[in-house]
C-alpha cells in the first residue's frame, strides 16, 4: 500500500468529549452507542493507561490524552471507560506504562511508544513507519492508530453463511491482491475485495463453490523484508504476519481513507453468497507482526507480552519460536484463548464468514512451556463454539517447531490439510513405483489417517499444490526450485517438491514437451477431483499460471505472483478440463460421498469400489514397480458405475474391463486426449473387454444400459 497524501485523507470530525465516565469492561474494543464510545483493553500488569483522540487520521500528535484511572476504569484486568461526545470514524490509540522487568516477568512496557487495540474493527497506517517501532523512542508522529467502527447500519439483505456440506465443496485458494493486481484483470480497483467481486462469473463459471482466501486480517504490506538481486525492496506478500485480527487489511480496500474496510469486505462476502460461493479466511493465530525482541511494538507486546506470548522460562527477555516467525502465540493462555475465539465468532456473526483455515494450527496445541497439550483449550473451545457449530475449520497439522499431526489433531470435526495426498500424487503421477496402496488409500479418503474418533473423508482437505510451493504448472516444468529472485540465494523454500519437468527444465517450445505437461496437469487434476475428501485448487493453477519455478513467492507482490488473465483465455484447454473435472465431480455421489467405502452393494449387486490393476482384481499391492492402478464404483439410486484407469506408466497399457449385465461402457474422461475430446459427458463408445489407456494418462469409462445413451 502507498503513503496517501495528506489532501487524499478526509478531516474526521473534531473529537468532541462531553464526558468521560467509568464505561464497561465487556465487550473489549471500542463500541459505539447513542452517547458516545465504550473503550475496553486488557492488561494485567499495566500501571498506566492513556487513550489517545486524534482529530484526523494523519494528525502527529492526538488532540487528547485521557488517563485511566486505576481505581475507577479497572476491573481486574480490563482498562475501560465510555467517552459521551464521539461517534464513528473517531481515529484512536493507547499509550500503556508498566513494569520493565523483562528478564523475570517478561513485560516491555513503554509509555512512548503508540499502541493499536488489539480488538479494533480498522486501522489506519497513513503515518506508519516501522522503524519508529523498533527501539525506546517516542512513535507517536510514525504509529498506525485504530478507528471506531459502526457495524451496526450495514445491510445485509438477508445474507447468512451457506452452510454447505463439506462432502459438496470445492475449494479455491486463492490471494485478494494476486488475484486481480495484474492490468490483465481490468478490474476497477485491481487487488482489492472489489476486484475479487468482478471475478465472480469466472468462479460460477469453474464451478468452485468456496474461496479460502490467503490472510485478510491487518498485515504489514509496507515492511520491507530485504532488497531481491536486482535491488527493488521486497515486502510481506502473502500476509502471514497480521497485526490486526479484527480489522480487515486496509491493503485490499479501495478507499481505507475513508474507514469503508468493513463495508467493502461485507460487500464481497455477500456478492459470494449470492453467487453460492462460500468465504474461508486463512487466519494466522501462531504468530503476529511484532516478530522477536528485536521487533516492533505495535500492540500485544506494549499491553501484555507475557502474556499473548512464549517466551523462554530461563530468560523471558527472548521469545520462544516455533512459526519460524520470531515469536509464538501463547494461545492456551485463558485471556489469549478468549481473544482468539471472541475474534472467530466476530467474524462469523458480524461478516458471516463461512469458514476458517487455522495456518500452523498445531503452535495452537501447545502450552505455556510449548510442550504439546493432550487437550487444548483453545482448539476444544473453537471446536465446541456454539456460534462456530456450523463454521468450517480446517487445519495446517504442523508447525514449526517439529509437531506434526496429520490425521491426528486435537479434536473431531477439525478438517485437515492432507500432506501425505498431496506427496503420494506427486509421486504417483512423475512416475514412481510401488505407491497403488497409498493412491488407493488416498482416493477413498485415507482412511489409514482419518478412521478414528468417527472421522470422515471430509476430514480430509485434498491438495497437490497450494500457495507454498510450485504452482501446479511449475511441479511439471521444473525439477528444482528456482527461488533468487527472493533475495536469499535460493535457500528458501522446500528442497523436496517431487516434481518432474517432462524433459527440460522451465518453458519449452517443443510440441511434445508441451503436450506432456498439459496432460500431466490434467493427471493432477483428475486424481484430485475424482477422490473422496474436500478437493482444494491453487487459484490460476487451471490455465497454468507460473512462477517461473519460485516455489516460495511470499515476498513477490509482483507479475510473478499476479494472476494473468490472458494466460486464461490462451490456456483454454487447460482451464475446460477442470471446469468439466469439477462438474463430473458434482454429479457422481460415489466421487464426493462423505463415508469411507463400507463394502455396500449397489441394486446391480456391483461392491461399493473393486481395485484391478491391469488386469481385474489384480491391484498389485504388493508391486514395487506398479505403476498403475484401476478401480470401480458402484453407482447407487439411479446413478451409473464408474470404472477408472490411472496408468503412470510411460507407455500405453490394455486394461481389463468388468463385465456388467445390461449394460456397457463408455469413455467420459481420457488426458491423453485434446481440448473437446478429454471430457465426453455424453460419452463416447469404449468398446471391448479392454481399454487401451495411453503412457501417463487418467481414464474414466460410465456404465450405460446396453443399446441406450448415457445419462
Excluded at 496429520?406 to 492432507?418: A, D, E, I
Excluded at 499460471?545 to 510473478?560: D, F, K, M, P, R
Excluded at 453407482?635 to 456397457?664: A, K, Q
Aim: include cysteine; proline fraction near 6%.
Amino acid at each position: 500500500m502507498t503513503q496517501r497524501r495528506t489532501e487524499d485523507v478526509p478531516d474526521c470530525p473534531p473529537t468532541v468529549v462531553d464526558a468521560v465516565t467509568r464505561g464497561r469492561p465487556q465487550p473489549l474494543g471500542a463500541t459505539p452507542d447513542a452517547d458516545g464510545v465504550n473503550f475496553s483493553v486488557y492488561s494485567e500488569q499495566a500501571t498506566r493507561v492513556d487513550l489517545l483522540l486524534f482529530d484526523h487520521c494523519d494528525d502527529r500528535e492526538p488532540s487528547r490524552m485521557i488517563t485511566l484511572d486505576r481505581e475507577q476504569n479497572r476491573s481486574f484486568h480490563f482498562w475501560h471507560c465510555h467517552v459521551s461526545g464521539l461517534r464513528p470514524g473517531q481515529v484512536y490509540a493507547y499509550r500503556m506504562d508498566g513494569p520493565q522487568h523483562t528478564r523475570h516477568s517478561g513485560t516491555r512496557f513503554n509509555h512512548r511508544k503508540v499502541l493499536l487495540d488489539p480488538y479494533a474493527r480498522a486501522n489506519t497506517n497513513t503515518r506508519w513507519d516501522r522503524v519508529h517501532a523498533i527501539g525506546p523512542e517516542d512513535n507517536c508522529a510514525y504509529s498506525m492508530r485504530s478507528m471506531v467502527v459502526d457495524l451496526e447500519s450495514y445491510d445485509w439483505e438477508g445474507d447468512e453463511p451457506l452452510r454447505r456440506p463439506l462432502a459438496e465443496t470445492v475449494i479455491y485458494e486463492v490471494h485478494v491482491g494476486g488475484l486481480t493486481a495484474s492490468p490483465t484483470s481490468g478490474c476497477t480497483h485491481p487487488g482489492t475485495f472489489s476486484g475479487l467481486v468482478d471475478r465472480i462469473p469466472y468462479l460460477q463459471q469453474l464451478g468452485i463453490t468456496a474461496v479460502e482466501l490467503l490472510p485478510v486480517f491487518d498485515f504489514d504490506d509496507r515492511q520491507v523484508l530485504r532488497n531481491g538481486p536486482d535491488g527493488a525492496p521486497l515486502p510481506n506478500y502473502w500476509g502471514y504476519d497480521p497485526f490486526g485480527f479484527f480489522a480487515p487489511h486496509s491493503g485490499y480496500c479501495a478507499t481505507p481513507h475513508l474507514a469503508t474496510h468493513i463495508d467493502e469486505f461485507r460487500d464481497m462476502v455477500k456478492a459470494l453468497h449470492r453467487a453460492g460461493i462460500e468465504v474461508i479466511l486463512d487466519v494466522v493465530f501462531n504468530h503476529t507482526s511484532e516478530g522477536n525482541e528485536h521487533g516492533p511494538t505495535i500492540s500485544f507486546r506494549g499491553q501484555a507480552n507475557e502474556v499473548y506470548y512464549h517466551l523462554w522460562p530461563q530468560d523471558r527477555r527472548y521469545y520462544m519460536d516455533f512459526t519460524g516467525c520470531g515469536n509464538a502465540i501463547n494461545a492456551n493462555h485463558p485471556a489469549v484463548a478468549k481473544f482468539i475465539i471472541e475474534c472467530l465468532e466476530y467474524w462469523v456473526t458480524e461478516h458471516h464468514v463461512d469458514g476458517f483455515r487455522f495456518d500452523l494450527a498445531s503452535e495452537l496445541s501447545r502450552g505455556a512451556e510449548g510442550y504439546e497439550m493432550d487437550v487444548p483449550p483453545v482448539l476444544w473451545g473453537i471446536e465446541l463454539s456454539s456460534v462456530l457449530s456450523e463454521t468450517k475449520i480446517i487445519a495446517e497439522p504442523w508447525d514449526g517447531g517439529g509437531l506434526y499431526q496429520v490425521g491426528h489433531f486435537p479434536g473431531t470435526r477439525w478438517s485437515q490439510w492432507n500432506g501425505p495426498f498431496r506427496d503420494d500424487v506427486r509421486r504417483f503421477v512423475r512416475g514412481d513405483g510401488g505407491l497403488v496402496g497409498a493412491v488407493a488409500s488416498r482416493i477413498g479418503g485415507s482412511r489409514d489417517l482419518f478412521d478414528k474418533d468417527d472421522q470422515l473423508p471430509v476430514n480430509s482437505i485434498n491438495f497437490v499444490t497450494c500457495h507454498d510451493g510450485f504452482t501446479l504448472n511449475d511441479l511439471v516444468s521444473y525439477d528444482h526450485k528456482h527461488n533468487h529472485a527472493n533475495g536469499e540465494a535460493n535457500s528458501d523454500g522446500a528442497h523436496e517438491n517431487y516434481s518432474w519437468n517432462c524433459g527440460v527444465e522451465g518453458p519449452s517450445d517443443a510440441y511434445d514437451i508441451e503436450r506432456l505437461r498439459v496432460r500431466q496437469i490434467k493427471n493432477h487434476a483428475a486424481i484430485l477431483l475424482l477422490s473422496r475428501g474436500v478437493p482444494m485448487i491453487l487459484a490460476g493453477d487451471e490455465f497454468r499460471n507460473s512462477q517461473s519455478g519460485n516455489n516460495n513467492a511470499y515476498c513477490q507482490a509482483n507479475e510473478l505472483s499476479w494472476l494473468d488473465w490472458d494466460q486464461a483465455e490462451k490456456e483454454s484447454e487447460v482451464r475446460l478440463f477442470f471446469q468439466n473435472m469439477i462438474e463430473l465431480r458434482r454429479r457422481h455421489r460415489a466421487l464426493h460421498d462423505a463415508a469411507f467405502f463400507a463394502g455396500r452393494r449397489n441394486e446391480r449387486g456391483l461392491p461399493e469400489v473393486t481395485w484391478h490393476g491391469t488386469r481385474l482384481e489384480q491391484p498389485g499391492w504388493e508391486d514395487y514397480e506398479a505403476r498403475v492402478l484401476s478401480y470401480t464404483l458402484a453407482g447407487f439410486d439411479g446413478e451409473p458405475d464408474l470404472h477408472v484407469v490411472l496408468n503412470m506408466f510411460h507407455l500405453g497399457l490394455d486394461f481389463e474391463l468388468p463385465v456388467l449385465d445390461g449394460r456397457r461402457w463408455v469413455r467420459t474422461v481420457d488426458t491423453s486426449r485434446g481440448e473437446g475430446e478429454d471430457v465426453l459427458f455424453d460419452g463416447a463408445p469404449a468398446a471391448g473387454t479392454a481399454y487401451h489407456a495411453h503412457g501417463r494418462s487418467v481414464v474414466v469409462l460410465t456404465s450405460v444400459p446396453t443399446g441406450g445413451a448415457h445419462r
